[in-house]
């Protein structure tokens, strides 16, 4: 930028170095003046390659030996930064050249904004549901991957639990974005917190995004940033039974969290109809990670 501000760049990643690779050969290509300093966060015990210290002499490596989930890591490579502004993305994303710039001279303008999410699209180029409605009992039926959805993809509700799919022309204040790719102011960060490390893996983004709003921040979804683009789970399908575990007992302790309802009686509901699916899917995911 004109002005010197520059944003830095955490990466977590689970033994996925080809992807790695890839992800940060587009971030030098398309955003090298942009650039404070670029962390990458290895949770699995697989040693990160010579090579690729090598090809990226100027990124900072840390090796945690062990998986302490993606929250932690994440608030080891925010607590080691100091640009007034931090993107977190995935190692299975790709940049294209001025998103950074643009979102940090946007981020700018908007003072009042903590996170700003772009458009994300899958492999395949499809537009992906990066932006979403703070989840409710409804999520269960029109959410992301629920069977209502995948049939009626269009329909009105999940229309609306799924901002991003609905929004083409933004920016759009949403109640949070995908931590796939957000880029967040640091003066928000030191109001509202660090992403709570109780979120082994699994809507610490939600939860982040929440806790901003909270404190009187807006979370923006911008589909004219970008697009980037995310080849989903390739972490994730590595160690699909933790995967599978995970997103359900991070989903009990979102609503645990954030539940008003008389004697938590949501939550008893939500929790309830989380472990019923959980069970449901767990033959498959077994089979999956065993087979």
């Given at each position: 930028?004109g002005?010197g501000?520059?944003c830095?760049v955490?990466?977590?990643?689970?033994?996925?170095?080809?992807?790695l690779?890839l992800?940060?050969?587009?971030?030098?290509?398309?955003?090298?003046?942009?650039?404070?300093r670029?962390?990458?966060v290895e949770?699995?015990?697989?040693?990160i390659?010579?090579?690729?210290r090598?090809s990226?002499p100027?990124?900072v490596w840390?090796?945690?030996?062990?998986n302490?989930?993606?929250?932690?890591?994440?608030n080891?490579?925010?607590?080691e930064?100091?640009?007034?502004?931090?993107?977190?993305?995935n190692?299975d994303c790709?940049?294209?050249?001025?998103?950074?710039?643009?979102?940090?001279?946007?981020?700018?303008?908007?003072?009042?904004?903590?996170?700003?999410?772009?458009?994300?699209l899958?492999?395949d180029?499809q537009v992906?549901?990066s932006?979403?409605a703070?989840?409710g009992?409804h999520?269960?039926?029109?959410g992301r991957?629920s069977?209502?959805?995948?049939?009626f993809?269009?329909?009105?509700?999940?229309s609306?639990?799924?901002?991003?799919?609905s929004?083409?022309d933004?920016?759009?204040?949403?109640d949070?974005?995908s931590?796939?790719?957000?880029?967040?102011r640091r003066?928000?960060?030191?109001?509202?917190?660090?992403?709570?490390?109780?979120?082994?893996?699994?809507?610490?983004?939600c939860?982040?995004c929440?806790?901003?709003r909270k404190c009187?921040?807006?979370?923006i979804y911008?589909?004219?940033?970008g697009?980037v683009?995310?080849a989903a789970?390739?972490s994730s399908?590595?160690?699909?039974?933790l995967?599978h575990?995970?997103?359900?007992?991070?989903?009990?302790?979102l609503?645990l969290?954030?539940?008003t309802?008389?004697?938590?009686?949501?939550?008893?509901?939500?929790?309830?109809?989380a472990l019923?699916?959980?069970l449901?899917l767990?033959p498959?995911?077994?089979?999956?990670?065993?087979r």
């Amino acid at each position: 930028m004109g002005n010197g501000i520059t944003c830095d760049v955490g990466i977590v990643g689970f033994n996925c170095y080809p992807e790695l690779e890839l992800c940060l050969d587009s971030i030098y290509q398309a955003e090298k003046d942009a650039l404070g300093r670029i962390h990458v966060v290895e949770n699995s015990s697989i040693e990160i390659p010579s090579r690729l210290r090598e090809s990226f002499p100027d990124v900072v490596w840390k090796e945690n030996r062990e998986n302490i989930g993606f929250a932690r890591a994440c608030n080891q490579i925010i607590s080691e930064t100091a640009s007034p502004y931090i993107m977190l993305l995935n190692p299975d994303c790709l940049v294209i050249k001025g998103f950074l710039q643009r979102a940090m001279e946007w981020l700018e303008e908007h003072c009042d904004t903590a996170v700003l999410g772009p458009r994300i699209l899958d492999s395949d180029g499809q537009v992906q549901a990066s932006a979403r409605a703070f989840p409710g009992l409804h999520t269960a039926f029109f959410g992301r991957t629920s069977l209502l959805t995948r049939i009626f993809p269009a329909n009105a509700v999940s229309s609306r639990n799924l901002t991003a799919r609905s929004c083409q022309d933004g920016p759009k204040e949403v109640d949070w974005v995908s931590g796939a790719c957000m880029v967040v102011r640091r003066s928000a960060i030191r109001k509202a917190g660090l992403l709570d490390e109780g979120f082994f893996m699994y809507w610490e983004d939600c939860d982040w995004c929440t806790r901003f709003r909270k404190c009187g921040w807006k979370i923006i979804y911008h589909p004219g940033m970008g697009p980037v683009r995310h080849a989903a789970g390739s972490s994730s399908t590595k160690v699909p039974f933790l995967t599978h575990f995970h997103f359900h007992k991070s989903a009990a302790r979102l609503y645990l969290k954030y539940d008003t309802t008389p004697f938590r009686v949501g939550s008893l509901v939500a929790i309830s109809g989380a472990l019923l699916r959980f069970l449901m899917l767990f033959p498959g995911v077994f089979l999956k990670q065993y087979r």
